[in-house]
Structures are given as structure tokens and as C-alpha cells.
């Protein structure tokens, strides 16, 4: 079987692609990424030679790189995507391009050349958030999204399931909670956090901390998706859950974990729009007989291991770019 990966070199896509060649060595895999700033081929370094495993440079939004990529593929797990919030706020153009245009152009193009099951991956944050009260997102909730970001997403998850309706492509979607684990850019929480921290630097949270994420480890959500595409129902979404924590507590627990205390927190300004609370029923994704096999409470430690461990692949991304903690806007205007 071949699978398409796009994004491939993105923090979840390359360990989608481990996960893959690790538990079906006889797949055939193609990563089409276009090698954005949060593209890292460094982070397939140990497979590239591996004669299963094809990367194209390309971008989703071109037809003839979709085309190329998609010759001869049995089944698509669409990731690639910009990702980060903050960054949405300040271009939030480029967003709409990749996560709603390049979805559409890879959902025509899988159409076209009669691909076998589209997999989108998606988030929980185009359902808006929550109070501390309310109960979690499950997969009725309607969409409520309020950055650019995950309304691109949500964009994108409509299309899909269009593509679905009208002409009964096999599609299925994925909304998952926070991710965290190995290979993740450091403009992210727990890797800035945790980087930030290995470089004597403070860790700027915003508000108090007081807002609350779910988090699930890579590896988790890479078997999710394994099962949705092995046992879920065709034209379905499954949403993700993973562990509630408020910021603060994961604060403290990186802080802990390396030895530091509190006077290491730069508390800074919330984001415009930031989501309070995020949480997500997993109960239809767990009647597939999905259960979360990595504990926070475990695997963030080895994370935060893992990052001190392997300063090669952070270190370099770190350095090329402006701290874009204090002051995000005037920072990622200079960087984009
Ligand atoms: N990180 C999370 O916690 C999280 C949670 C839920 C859902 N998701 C979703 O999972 C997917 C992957 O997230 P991630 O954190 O790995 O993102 P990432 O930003 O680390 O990686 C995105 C990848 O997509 C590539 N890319 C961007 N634009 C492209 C284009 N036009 N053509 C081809 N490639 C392009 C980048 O080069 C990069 O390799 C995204 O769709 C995201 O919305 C992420």
C-alpha cells in the first residue's frame, strides 16, 4: 500500500512517518511538504534512506506537485497545514491558501484520480472554547472557531465533508487535542518552554496560566489516526481527547522536571482572542477500541529528556529566529 503524507516534515507528520514505517515496514510512504519555516527534514534523517519512504518538495496548493504526489497512492493523511496561532493573527491570509485552497485542491485532485480514503487532520480549537463548566466538545458540537487559524481549519473540515456529501469521496476527520512530543518547533509551548529553559532563558506565559489545554503525545494521536483509517466509518469525524491541564500546572510541571523554580515564569498578555479551555469527548474514538497509552504525567518528563538530549535538531531553529514571546506581533511581522 502507498500512503501520501502531506506535511510530512512538520512535528506530527514526521512522527506520523516513524510511527508508519515502524508498524508497517512493507507500506510504501510519499511526504509532499513544501518546507515552510516548520518544515524540518532533519527530522526524518534516520529514514531517509529507507527505500520505502519517498519526500517530494512541493506545495499542496500547486496542481502539479499535488499530482505528482498523489500518482499511485492508496490512501492520503493530509497534514500539512500552517499551524500556529499567533501567527495566524498576523497573516492570516496564508492560512486560508494552504488550510482551506490546498485542502480543496488535494480533496479535487484525490477525486479526480479515484484515491481510495482521504484522511484530514484536524483540531479541536474550530469548536471555539470553552468555560471551566462547560461539557467538552464531542463531534455535534457546532463550529464556533475564533482565530484565523482554526477557521481556516474548520474551512478546511467543511470541504472535506462536502467532498464527502456531493460526491461521495471516502473521507474520515480527525479533531485532536494539543499535541506534544519529540520534533516539535520550538515556537510551541512545551518545546519553547522546555528550550527556553535549557538556554537559561525565562518562559513567557500568558495571563496567569490560567488557561486550560488538553494535551495527548504524538505517538497517541499517530494510533488514532491508524485506527480511524483501519476501523472507521466512512464520512465520519472522531474527535481526540488527551489530558486537561491549565498552563500553569504544565508550567511548573517543565519547571520541576529541570530543576528551576518559579522565578524562571515572565508572565506576558494574553494573545487577541485566546481560547480559555479546550476539552474534547473521546468516547466515539474510544468504541473504536482506542485508549491513550502515554500519561503526561510520564511522557512530559521524557519529552522534556528527549529535547535536552537532542539540542542538535531545536538549537539551530532557535537561534534563526526573534523571540517572538514579549511582543509577538512587532517580532512576527519581522519575521515572516
Ligand atoms: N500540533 C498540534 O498540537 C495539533 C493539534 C491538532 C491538530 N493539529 C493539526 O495537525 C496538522 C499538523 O500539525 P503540526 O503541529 O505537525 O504542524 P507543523 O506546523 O509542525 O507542520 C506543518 C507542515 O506542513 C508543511 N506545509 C505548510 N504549508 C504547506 C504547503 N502549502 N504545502 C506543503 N506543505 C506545507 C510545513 O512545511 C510543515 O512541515 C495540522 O493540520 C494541524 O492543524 C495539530
Redesign the pocket.
Known amino acids: 500500500m502507498t500512503v501520501l503524507v502531506?506535511?510530512?516534515?512538520?512535528?506530527?507528520?514526521s512522527n506520523f512517518i516513524h510511527y508508519w514505517l515502524k508498524n508497517r515496514p512493507e507500506d510504501r510512504i510519499v511526504n509532499?511538504?513544501?518546507?515552510?519555516y516548520?518544515?524540518h527534514l532533519e527530522s526524518l534523517k534516520d529514514i531517509s534512506d529507507n527505500p520505502n519512504y519517498q519526500f517530494i518538495k512541493?506545495?499542496?496548493?500547486n496542481p502539479e506537485d499535488v499530482k505528482k504526489a498523489m500518482d499511485g497512492v492508496d490512501i492520503i493523511v493530509h497534514?500539512?497545514?500552517?499551524?500556529?496561532v499567533d501567527r495566524s493573527i498576523i497573516d492570516p491570509l496564508t492560512f486560508v491558501r494552504?488550510n482551506v485552497l490546498?485542502t480543496a485542491l488535494l480533496l479535487n485532485t484525490a477525486l479526480d484520480l479515484g484515491v481510495k480514503r482521504f484522511h484530514h487532520?484536524?483540531?479541536?480549537e474550530v469548536y471555539g472554547d470553552l468555560g471551566p463548566d462547560d461539557p467538552p466538545f464531542n463531534e455535534n458540537t457546532p463550529y464556533k472557531s475564533r482565530t484565523p487559524y482554526a477557521a481556516s481549519?474548520a474551512g478546511a473540515d467543511h470541504l472535506v465533508r462536502a467532498y464527502f456529501k456531493t460526491y461521495g469521496l471516502p473521507v474520515t476527520i480527525t479533531n485532536?487535542?494539543?499535541?506534544y512530543g519529540p520534533y516539535?518547533?520550538p515556537e510551541?509551548l512545551i518545546p519553547r518552554f522546555i528550550t527556553n529553559l535549557l538556554m537559561g532563558q525565562k518562559v513567557p506565559l500568558m495571563g496567569q496560566g490560567e488557561n486550560i489545554r488538553e494535551w495527548l503525545h504524538v505517538d497517541d494521536h499517530s494510533a488514532a489516526i491508524d485506527l480511524v483509517l483501519q476501523k472507521g466509518e466512512i464520512g465520519e469525524t472522531y474527535l481526540i481527547e488527551g489530558e486537561e491541564r491549565a498552563n500553569i500546572e504544565v508550567t511548573k510541571a517543565i519547571l520541576q522536571h529541570l530543576g528551576m523554580d518559579e522565578s524562571m515564569i515572565e508572565y506576558a498578555e494574553h494573545r487577541l482572542g485566546h481560547d480559555f479551555r479546550y476539552a474534547n469527548d473521546g468516547s466515539k474514538l474510544r468504541s473504536l477500541g482506542w485508549e491513550r497509552q502515554h500519561d503526561l504525567g510520564i511522557w512530559l518528563p521524557k519529552t522534556i529528556d528527549w529535547y535536552r538530549e537532542n539540542r542538535w535538531w531545536w538549537k539551530p531553529l532557535k537561534e534563526g529566529r526573534p523571540d517572538v514571546d514579549r511582543n509577538t506581533q512587532k517580532s512576527y511581522k519581522q519575521s515572516l
Open positions: 502531506t506535511g510530512g516534515a512538520g512535528f506530527i507528520g509532499l511538504d513544501s518546507l515552510t516548520a518544515g512541493g506545495d499542496i496548493t497534514f500539512a497545514a500552517e499551524s500556529h494552504t490546498g487532520v484536524s483540531t479541536d481549519k485532536c487535542a494539543n499535541n516539535q518547533d510551541k
